[in-house]
Every structure is written in C-alpha cells, then in structure tokens.
T-cell receptor, first 110, second 113 residues
Framework: RKEVEQDPGPFNVPEGATVAFNCTYS??????FFWYRQDCRKEPKLLMS???SGNEDGRFTAQLNRASQYISLLIRDSKLSDSATYLC???????????FGTGTRLKVLA | SAVISQKPSRDICQRGTSLTIQCQVD?????MFWYRQQPGQSLTLIAT?????????ESGFVIDKFPISRPNLTFSTLTVSNMSPEDSSIYLC??????????FGPGTRLTVL
C-alpha cells in the first residue's frame, strides 16, 4: 500500500461547481498535512496546511480525519484558474520528510 | 515563506558527464531538500541537506551518484554524476523555513542524451 494515495483524476468540472478531493495516508504517526498546487511545468506551491480542526481559506476548505487517516480539500465556486494538479503531502512520522501523493488533476471548464 | 532560486533552469547534457545544480534561499533555513520529479509523476525525495552535516539519502539514492553540498544556511548544490538518459528529470530543491511547510525552487529540467 502506498504511504499517500490520491485519486489521479482527471476531474473535469464546470465553472462555479464545487469539487472535493480525498487523500489517504498509511502512517498513523504523521503529524503535518498539506495541500500543494502544481501547475504544468511549474514547481509545487503551498495551497494550505491542514489542521486538526479543519481550516478554510476563501473558497478552499481542508479537513483532517485522523481516525480514518484521510485529508480532504473542498473547492467551492471553481474558477478556470483553479485548473492544476493538487498534491496531498504528509510528513513522514513526525519528521520533516514529505511524502507526496501522485496528485489529482483538476480541469475547470468554461 | 522563503524565496528560492535554482540554476540552471534547464540543461541538455551528454551521457557520462556531470551537472551541478545550485539552490539559493533568500533567508537562512535549517533544512533543505532535493527532489526529483519524473514526467507525469509526483515528487520523490532524493536527500535532506542540513548545514554542517552529511546529507541524508533516501532509499535508492547514493552519495556517489548525487553528491550534495550545504556550505551555509542559504545555499546547497546537488550534482548528478555520470549521467545516463534515465537521469532525465526535473530536479527541485526546497527549504523548510521555521515551520513544517516547505517552499520549492522553480526546478531544473535536465535532459540527458
């Protein structure tokens, strides 16, 4: 089983739609969780950290479920500019090491 | 956050040669990391580079092939040695600036002929 698993997609959604991605992780000792966004031929950029209580940043909401070992990302009112690959990232057992998921591709259609 | 630059941004190299990639951070950071991203794939950690100590390599990566330097708190280099076409990839450096978040450089796109 992979340490971090994501549905690779692609998710094709119309503008204005709400879309959710899930990501599961296998190491119950993981402490830090993140969502990164990667545009084609660009480096990953931090979208948001994921906190135990859940957190929201504008149209983006991240949730953590430790019992079931998954994190989620909800995007409301999708924009064309949201089209990208979303990477789920989990630190390895409380260290600084990142384990990346394979990414979920999102395409927002006009 | 940290602003990270990498040089070169891209290169085309002949097999058997070596390439050194430089990574510069705009602030002092304790931990820097080197990753590889194959086309269409996610990132794989090569090694963690801490100032004042030897780099720590992940399984499948060795110092002879990927020597790393970390002479100070703002700079690191990764050398890809004795290159083969299988080394063609994007190489990214990142830095952890205080918290657990990592910030990435723009990457170096390497093609080995």
């Amino acid at each position: 089983r992979k340490e971090v698993e994501q549905d690779p997609g692609p998710f094709n959604v119309p503008e204005g739609a709400t879309v959710a991605f899930n990501c599961t992780y296998s190491n119950s000792a993981s402490q830090s969780f993140f969502w990164y966004r990667q545009d084609c031929r660009k480096e990953p950029k931090l979208l948001m950290s994921v906190y135990s209580s859940g957190n929201e940043d504008g149209r983006f909401t991240a949730q953590l479920n430790r019992a079931s070992q998954y994190i989620s990302l909800l995007i409301r009112d999708s924009k064309l500019s949201d089209s990208a690959t979303y990477l789920c990232v989990v630190n390895s057992g409380g260290t600084y090491k990142y384990i990346f998921g394979t990414g979920t591709r999102l395409k927002v259609l006009a | 956050s940290a602003v990270i630059s990498q040089k070169p941004s891209r290169d085309i190299c002949q097999r058997g040669t070596s390439l050194t990639i430089q990574c510069q951070v705009d602030s002092q950071v304790t931990m820097m990391f080197w990753y590889r991203q194959q086309p269409g794939q996610s990132l794989t950690l090569i090694a963690t580079a801490n100032q004042g100590s030897e780099a720590t390599y992940e399984s499948g990566f060795v110092i002879d092939k990927f020597p790393i330097s970390r002479p100070n708190l703002t700079f690191s280099t990764l050398t890809v040695s004795n290159m083969s076409p299988e080394d063609s990839s994007i190489y990214l450096c990142s830095a952890a600036a205080g918290g657990h978040e990592q910030f990435f450089g723009p990457g170096t796109r390497l093609t080995v002929l």
